[in-house]
């Protein structure tokens, strides 16, 4: 089993920036690792991902350029970088686990492992 834990959010204003982390543990075999956003009453969406294989990452629309993944093998943790927050960034942000053959993937059903959220809340 995977277990997977999220920290870094927090409060900001508009313009500001944020690291998250996600550590990760267990002996479960996952490729793929992905960060999720869900606002009060939106539904899940993918923010970005990052595959092992190939070292592929993807990014949505709404963040690309603004956000970054990056991990460190050593703590077996996996980051993203915010900037240039937004307040429609406000959300609860997962990020998640998975093995998927090729790539990485921005839909959330996808990843059967999930960490409990970090609340990030951007001020304007």
């Known amino acids: 089993q995977m277990q997977l834990r999220e920290s870094g959010g927090g409060s900001v204003q508009a313009g500001g920036s944020l690291r998250l982390s996600c550590a990760a543990s267990?002996?479960?075999?996952?490729?793929?690792m992905g960060w999720f956003r869900q606002a009060p009453g939106k539904e899940r969406e993918g923010v970005g991902c990052f595959s092992t294989r190939g070292m592929y990452t993807a990014y949505a629309d709404s963040v690309k350029g603004r956000f970054t993944i990056s991990r460190d093998n050593a703590k077996n943790t996996v980051y993203l970088q915010m900037s240039s927050l937004k307040p429609e960034d406000t959300a609860m942000y997962y990020c998640a686990a998975a093995n998927i053959y090729a790539g990485c993937s921005l839909s959330a059903g996808n990843y059967p492992y999930w960490g409990q959220g970090t609340q990030v809340t951007v001020s304007s």
């Open positions: 267990g002996r479960t075999y996952t490729n793929s």
